[in-house]
């Protein structure tokens, strides 16, 4: 199932910075978020859906409610594993997705630009240092990638789309150019939010817990992308509890494979570090 998530307010994915008094009174989501972060919300969904008892799940055993008569629960144990052990689900992502349709990928690191006479962008290749006059006796030292030029060169922050990311970076039969770069604030912004701790007991605020957070609003056009495998129950539309703040996302199964993309490009990859004899792991 290649499956499409549309939070219906911000988002919150923590860190693993120290948050709490005496250690920092400010943080910021991270985002995209990590693939466990889906991997358990879904899991958590199905759980939810078959009427799961929790407390004899974290023993080990699937225990469920009214609805059991109409599930394989066997097939549910093979699929969602126990709390020690994973079972055959499967999770690709998350990634960023436009429309439905488009994949947008975080700029690798070694794209960079300079900006003089307007923006060039350049990826950093394998480099023989010894034609600057650095030489040294460790084996890897064309391991470390650059370019030379006149200018310096800065970073590139910002995502592009995976046909481009093919066609400029992973095959290169296209330069890489400036309407490649979709900047983040196009995709999502930070909002801070200001909070304050809650005594579970009395329902009355704590002091001096008053704290910040930096959540994540995604633009109307964008929703997370993940692809999802051996999870037969999941029903193809829905809603889930995401992140840190348990916001409500709606999640939907696309009619379409946006990563279809990268599969059609896959002989021409193949040949490219064939004949380079070089590859990226990104």
């Given at each position: 199932?290649?499956?499409?998530?549309?939070?219906?307010?911000?988002?919150?994915?923590?860190?693993?910075?120290?948050?709490?008094?005496?250690?920092?009174?400010f943080t910021r989501s991270i985002f995209p978020p990590f693939s466990q972060t889906l991997y358990g919300a879904f899991r958590t969904k199905v759980l939810e859906d078959v009427?799961?008892?929790?407390?004899?799940?974290?023993?080990?055993?699937?225990?469920?409610?009214?609805?059991?008569?109409?599930?394989?629960?066997?097939?549910?144990?093979?699929?969602?594993?126990?709390?020690?052990e994973p079972g055959q689900f499967l999770l690709k992502g998350p990634l960023i997705l436009k429309d439905d349709e488009v994949i947008y990928l975080k700029i690798p690191a070694?794209?960079?630009?300079?900006?003089?006479?307007?923006?060039?962008?350049?990826?950093?290749?394998?480099?023989?240092?010894?034609?600057?006059?650095?030489?040294?006796?460790?084996?890897?030292?064309?391991?470390?990638?650059?370019?030379?030029?006149?200018?310096?060169?800065?970073?590139?922050?910002?995502?592009?789309?995976?046909?481009?990311?093919?066609?400029?970076?992973?095959?290169?039969?296209?330069?890489?150019?400036?309407?490649?770069?979709?900047?983040?604030?196009?995709?999502?912004?930070?909002?801070?939010?200001?909070?304050?701790?809650?005594?579970?007991?009395?329902?009355?605020?704590?002091?001096?817990?008053?704290?910040?957070?930096?959540?994540?609003?995604?633009?109307?056009?964008?929703?997370?992308?993940?692809?999802?495998?051996?999870?037969?129950?999941?029903?193809?539309?829905?809603?889930?509890?995401?992140?840190?703040?348990?916001?409500?996302?709606?999640?939907?199964?696309?009619?379409?494979?946006?990563?279809?993309?990268?599969?059609?490009?896959?002989?021409?990859?193949?040949?490219?570090?064939?004949?380079?004899?070089?590859?990226?792991?990104?």
């Amino acid at each position: 199932m290649n499956i499409s998530i549309k939070p219906v307010d911000v988002l919150f994915f923590r860190d693993s910075k120290p948050f709490g008094r005496g250690s920092e009174h400010f943080t910021r989501s991270i985002f995209p978020p990590f693939s466990q972060t889906l991997y358990g919300a879904f899991r958590t969904k199905v759980l939810e859906d078959v009427g799961c008892n929790y407390e004899e799940f974290k023993k080990g055993n699937l225990i469920l409610g009214k609805k059991k008569n109409k599930i394989d629960i066997e097939k549910i144990k093979k699929e969602i594993g126990t709390p020690a052990e994973p079972g055959q689900f499967l999770l690709k992502g998350p990634l960023i997705l436009k429309d439905d349709e488009v994949i947008y990928l975080k700029i690798p690191a070694d794209v960079k630009c300079s900006k003089e006479n307007g923006k060039k962008y350049m990826i950093l290749k394998p480099f023989d240092w010894k034609t600057v006059g650095i030489e040294t006796d460790f084996d890897g030292d064309q391991c470390f990638p650059h370019v030379k030029t006149e200018v310096p060169l800065e970073n590139v922050e910002g995502y592009i789309s995976l046909s481009d990311f093919v066609s400029s970076y992973l095959i290169g039969e296209k330069n890489f150019e400036e309407k490649c770069v979709e900047e983040p604030e196009n995709i999502f912004q930070y909002e801070m939010r200001i909070g304050l701790k809650i005594d579970s007991k009395s329902y009355t605020a704590e002091e001096r817990m008053l704290y910040t957070v930096g959540v994540v609003r995604l633009n109307s056009n964008f929703s997370l992308f993940v692809r999802i495998e051996n999870l037969t129950t999941l029903k193809p539309v829905g809603l889930i509890k995401l992140g840190g703040l348990n916001k409500v996302c709606e999640y939907k199964e696309l009619s379409n494979n946006p990563l279809n993309v990268l599969s059609k490009a896959q002989e021409q990859i193949k040949e490219k570090i064939y004949n380079t004899k070089k590859f990226k792991i990104i």
